[in-house]
């Protein structure tokens, strides 16, 4: 699962990050908890970082406040 958050969070930062950016989230967390820390870690913080330079994550972050 750590491979696979990782996978997803990496492409999400390039690629519709509002899709694979959430996936990376769910799969690192999954991971840290199947012992897979650091893989889960790298998976959340590419996760992170993809949802940080998503438009549409900008947008629905912006609009609530």
Known sequence: MGIAG????LIGI????????PLALI???I???????????IAIIFAIIGMANSPVFKF???SLF
């Not at 990782?6 to 969070?9: A, D, S, T, Y």
């Open 27 to 29: 799969f690192g967390i």
């Open 14 to 21: 390039f690629f519709l990050s509002f899709i694979l950016s």
């Open 6 to 9: 990782f996978v997803n969070g």
């Open 31 to 41: 991971a840290i908890f199947k012992k897979q820390t650091v893989w889960g870690i």
């Open 60 to 62: 629905f972050f912006l």
